[in-house]
C-alpha cells in the first residue's frame, strides 16, 4: 500500500498513507491481516460507484489530494 502510494504522489510524512490505510480496513480486515482480493473488489466497486466522500473506499489509492 505504501509503495503504491509513493510512486503515485509526494508525501512529506508516511503518517499520511498509514492513516489513510487505517480508515480503508475495518475490523475485519486488520484481524485478517489485511485486504484480500475479494475484500479489494469490493472496495473497487464502493470506490467507482459509491457518492459518499466519507466511504472508506475513498482510501483505496491512498490519500487524495485536491488539486486547486
Known amino acids: ?3 503504491d502510494c509513493i510512486t503515485r504522489s509526494a508525501f512529506s ?3 499520511e498513507i498509514d492513516d489513510a490505510y487505517n480508515k480503508l480496513c ?4 486488520k484481524k485478517a491481516g489485511g485486504i484480500n482480493i475479494a475484500r ?3 472496495l473497487y466497486a464502493q470506490f467507482i460507484s459509491n457518492p459518499d466522500e466519507k ?3 475513498v482510501y483505496l489509492f491512498g490519500p487524495l489530494k485536491e488539486v486547486n
Do not use: G
Open 1 to 3: 500500500y505504501r509503495l
Open 13 to 15: 510524512n508516511i503518517a
Open 26 to 29: 475495518s475490523e475485519e480486515d
Open 40 to 42: 479489494y473488489q469490493e
Open 55 to 57: 466511504c472508506n473506499a
